[in-house]
């Protein structure tokens, strides 16, 4: 894993260079995304540069990694909006050639049509993730087997609380999600993993330094060989 420390717009604007990087060379490249507040700073240094015209996302395609499940993509809290408001709208993907996984359709046979449609399209070529204070990646809280493909989880009671700051009250914040599995995730050619903010250094440490276990589902990023991991000085903290 390389490892980048520093401020959160410098980590955000290196992180970008990486998209700069594989865009101009594989124009028709696979890109797994990630919501939440991480990749916003991202997400705006990567429609600028898009804008300027270092780089073309015409000929992209896009996975995210989540879902919750009983949130339609037009609800303000789906991660399917997110999506849309803080990338998709501000840069030139194709919007049909962009796909989260179905909040509504909770089947195993749509989850699996998941991976299958990413393993179609070639296989993720980046995989951004930001990472929950308890070491999960995607919505795979901790105990998720490293095997797993996408699917439904139910979320744990810290990551509700983590997330009801955007919603009306805890009692809104669905208890389930559909996601990636950490499988799903291992299988991206490259990994760029970001976390900003004193709250993420104690799990930033044990994800690094800590024991490749089930029980911190981003510590399994040690067994992949091509991980890039940004972080802003307090993330880094603890290291
Ligand atoms: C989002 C996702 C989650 C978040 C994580 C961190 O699609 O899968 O794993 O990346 O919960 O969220 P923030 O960035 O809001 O701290």
Redesign the pocket.
């Known amino acids: 894993m390389k490892v980048f420390v520093n401020t959160p717009e410098k980590i955000a604007e290196m992180a970008a260079q990486r998209y700069v990087k594989l865009l101009n060379e594989k124009p028709t490249a696979i890109l797994g995304?990630?919501?939440?507040?991480?990749?916003?700073g991202l997400y705006a240094e990567l429609a600028k540069l898009n804008a300027e015209g270092k780089m073309s996302y015409a000929k992209c395609t896009s996975f995210?990694?989540?879902e919750y499940v009983g949130l339609d993509g037009t609800h303000d809290q789906s991660?399917r909006y997110?999506m849309n408001e803080n990338l998709f709208k501000h840069i030139d993907i194709r919007l049909d050639h962009t796909f989260v996984p179905s909040g509504l359709d909770t089947s195993a046979e749509t989850a699996a049509a998941y991976d299958k449609a990413i393993e179609a399209a070639g296989g993720i070529d980046i995989q951004l993730?930001?990472?929950?204070?308890n070491g999960?990646?995607?919505?795979?809280e901790p105990g998720t087997p490293f095997g797993s493909l996408t699917h439904m989880v139910e979320l744990t009671e810290s990551?509700r609380q983590?997330?009801a700051r955007f919603f009306e009250s805890i009692d809104e914040v669905p208890t389930h999600?559909v996601?990636m599995g950490i499988k799903t995730v291992m299988n991206a050619k490259s990994i760029i993993l970001?976390?900003?903010?004193k709250?993420?250094a104690p799990i930033i440490k044990e994800t690094i330094q800590g024991p490749v276990t089930e029980a911190v589902p981003a510590s399994v990023l040690q067994l992949h060989p091509d991980v890039e991991i940004y972080l802003d000085y307090e993330a880094a903290s603890l290291l």
């Open positions: 995304h990630a919501t939440g507040s991480t990749p916003l995210n990694l989540d991660y997110f993730l930001g990472i929950g204070n999960h990646i995607g919505f795979n990551t983590a997330n999600a996601t970001m976390a900003i903010g709250s993420k």
